[in-house]
């Protein structure tokens, strides 16, 4: 391996040809910590002033100088709790029949008569064996001595005394008189307010009998006694036909966009209860807004730290890729609330014509169709808050789709092109596309609209997208050229044979124009095989022996029909000038304000590989050779791209010069190559792993097999064929 001081040497290489304080800055350790909480700042800081609730300055008893409408909707607990106990009051007390009562008070006066009738028969047994008579009065008294004191209470001696004087006859007849009436009128519902209808009831049955005054008037005493409520409160079912009622009782609700008091109205106590509870009112703070809208920012940040964070990116490419997207970022939310202003002229249509669709196109054009793709819906959301006025709700849902549907537009759109001419059609294809979603928002509404406000729409629509094209085409080279991003649009424009570098590659070196198409070829198919970017590994290759252009006859490939210059020159200058074709192509590329990328590119592609030839034609002549004389200065390859195309470098130069390639000796070949480069520590800073190397010499077999195929021989003509 190669030792930590030479890597360490390599990385101070590299940062020296950089400029100190942007490499500082992008290097610093936290500066996506802090740019995440900058790009939630923005968020809060834009949507602030369209979630703070809004309040009015009205007084009680005062009139309204608006139609006042409710912003949300919210439950009003006190005219639920009114209505509830309205629905509780409306309810009847549910009352019972109890059957036990009827059949208690029955068995009551029967235990009565049958009490009166032992006594009477104890009596007269008594008198049979005894000379003296038991006397009516000293009957009574032992009657009362045997009934409950509740019953004495209530039926004085003189109602018992007829009974005990009357025949058994009359006796039976008054027992059976009695229970008969006191049964059918309990079996009756008798409730407390029914109770005198019931005793008089009973009464009137008993004097229909042929009893004599006296017993009657004792019966007729004994069954009113008798006669007791049967039909009683049930409190139980009462209480839950109340709570039944009541949990029937809807939840009152004040509405969104209900109208809580017209203009010129007076401001009642209940409008004023509503008002507050709405929150309306200006002696009322609410934070809540503010919180749902810190944990909405909050998402949204986490979103976007998930995608950066995920990716296993060095800290100063992640810095500036979350730089790039943050400035995108704030730039479109700031054309949203700028077009947002002329809201307050009562036009609360204007947000359609906002160019949202550039900061989408700008994302996938310089940094990720992913990334733009969700940014299409964070500005969806973000539009619908920033454009709610008008709206009873806090989100205008309308203009969110309107905005997530122009965006997506111009991502998918720029998808399958990479040209710069193709923003425009992108832009013209968004503005379809808005004049259709729009068209549909309006057919949906079914509202009447004049032929002047659908037209105002339709031209709000077709500018949004052709401004967001114009828009994206002129901050694509500020970007580009400030934070250094090579985009795909700008690969394929520098792919361009027309290119100035690349006519000159061309029409001075033929043969290094070849050579570099066949390693470009040979790169791009080695990248996509292991996910790298082999559009840039293609167009890098076609600039990397830039260099070449500038003593173009002291390589081999250039060399037709003539004496190869090397044979005249020692193998130390030699190897000066191989070596030279380098750092000439590095300044060449400064010169032209290339990308760094292709910098790095020219610049590594032979890392501090050994010039083997010259080394050993030097070492023939004088043992006092050192080999670090004959290495390229490097750095080694940095990235994958830049050491796939050092391996394919050296394997079209190798592969070219074999006699008769077959496919067992390019394998073995290709193998042999990266092996050297391996043990020689050409790729230990490049991050490619051995079976990434495997695939990558599987795709380069592939590839050369493909261009160095067997061909048919053909015989030749003889001279009489060529007569004939």
């Not at 009596?123 to 045997?146: A, G, H, I």
């Amino acid at each position: 391996m190669k030792s930590e001081n030479q890597k360490i040497k390599n990385k101070k290489q590299i940062q020296k040809k950089q400029s100190p304080l942007l490499e500082k800055v992008k290097n610093y350790k936290f500066l996506h910590i802090i740019l995440y909480g900058i790009l939630g700042v923005i968020l809060f800081v834009a949507l602030y002033s369209n979630v703070k609730p809004e309040t009015l300055d009205i007084e009680l008893f005062s009139t309204s100088p608006e139609t006042i409408y409710a912003p949300t909707t919210v439950v009003d607990n006190e005219e639920t709790a009114r209505r509830e106990k309205e629905a509780s009051n409306s309810v009847e007390d549910q009352f019972v029949l109890r059957k036990e009562v009827s059949e208690s008070r029955v068995a009551l006066i029967s235990s009565i008569f049958d009490t009166i009738i032992d006594v009477r028969n104890k009596d007269d047994l008594n008198n049979s064996e005894e000379s003296d008579m038991t006397t009516p009065e000293e009957k009574v008294e032992m009657l009362r001595e045997q009934l409950t004191d509740s019953i004495n209470e209530k039926i004085s001696s003189e109602t018992f005394l007829p009974l005990m004087q009357a025949t058994d006859e009359e006796m039976m007849l008054a027992k059976d008189t009695v229970v008969t009436a006191v049964n059918n009128t309990m079996s009756q519902e008798i409730s407390v307010v029914q109770l005198s209808e019931a005793k008089k009831q009973v009464e009137d049955e008993i004097r229909n009998t042929s009893l004599n005054s006296d017993v009657l008037a004792a019966a007729v005493t004994l069954a009113r006694f008798s006669i007791t409520p049967n039909y009683s409160l049930d409190l139980e079912a009462t209480n839950q036909k109340r709570q039944q009622a009541m949990d029937e009782v809807k939840e009152v609700q004040i509405k969104q966009g209900q109208m809580i008091v017209e203009e010129g109205e007076l401001i009642s106590n209940e409008v004023y209860r509503k008002l507050g509870l709405v929150g309306l009112l200006d002696d009322q703070h609410s934070y809540k807004p503010f919180i749902g809208l810190g944990l909405f920012v909050f998402l949204i940040v986490t979103g976007v730290v998930y995608y950066f964070e995920k990716k296993d990116n060095l800290i100063s490419s992640k810095n500036n890729s979350l730089l790039l997207y943050c400035l995108i970022f704030a730039i479109s939310i700031l054309l949203m609330k700028i077009v947002s202003l002329f809201q307050k002229i009562d036009y609360n249509h204007i947000g359609y014509i906002v160019p949202v669709a550039m900061g989408a196109m700008l994302v996938k054009l310089l940094l990720n169709e992913r990334l733009a793709i969700l940014t299409s819906m964070i500005f969806a959301i973000c539009g619908s808050i920033i454009f709610n006025e008008g709206i009873t709700g806090s989100f205008n849902f309308s203009i969110g789709v309107y905005y997530l549907f122009g965006c997506l537009a111009g991502v998918l759109f720029l998808g399958n092109h990479n040209l710069r001419s193709k923003i425009l059609h992108a832009g013209l294809f968004v503005a379809l596309m808005n004049v259709f979603v729009l068209s549909a928002i309006l057919l949906i509404r079914n509202g009447s609209y004049s032929n002047v406000e659908i037209g105002s729409y339709l031209i709000m629509a077709t500018a949004s997208g052709l401004v967001a094209s114009v828009l994206t085409i002129g901050f694509m080279p500020f970007f580009e050229t400030g934070f250094g991003i090579l985009s795909t649009m700008r690969l394929i424009e520098l792919s361009n044979p027309n290119h100035p570098l690349l006519r000159k590659i061309l029409t001075e070196t033929p043969g290094t124009y070849h050579h570099s198409v066949m390693v470009a070829n040979l790169s791009e198919s080695a990248c996509e095989a292991i996910g790298a970017n082999g559009l840039l590994a293609r167009v890098g290759a076609y600039y990397h022996d830039i260099g070449k252009t500038k003593r173009p006859q002291y390589f081999i490939e250039n060399q037709m029909n003539i004496e190869n210059p090397h044979n005249k020159l020692s193998a130390q200058l030699s190897k000066n000038i191989i070596i030279a074709h380098v750092t000439d192509g590095v300044d060449m590329l400064k010169k032209h304000k290339m990308p760094k990328e292709f910098i790095d590119i020219a610049e590594q592609h032979h890392g501090t590989s050994l010039l083997k030839y010259f080394y050993h034609q030097a070492k023939q002549s004088n043992d006092n050779i050192y080999e670090e004389e004959f290495r390229y200065p490097g750095p080694t390859p940095q990235t994958k791209e830049i050491a796939i195309i050092s391996i394919a470098d050296s394997v079209e130069a190798a592969v070219r010069s074999m006699s008769n390639p077959t496919p067992e000796k390019i394998e073995k070949l290709v193998r042999s190559i990266i092996a050297d480069r391996l043990q020689d520590h050409q790729l230990d800073e490049c991050d490619l792993t051995l079976k990434e190397l495997d695939i990558i010499a599987k795709s380069f077999c592939e590839s050369l097999k493909g261009i160095f195929h067997s061909r048919i021989e053909y015989p030749e003509i003889n001279k009489k064929q060529k007569v004939k």
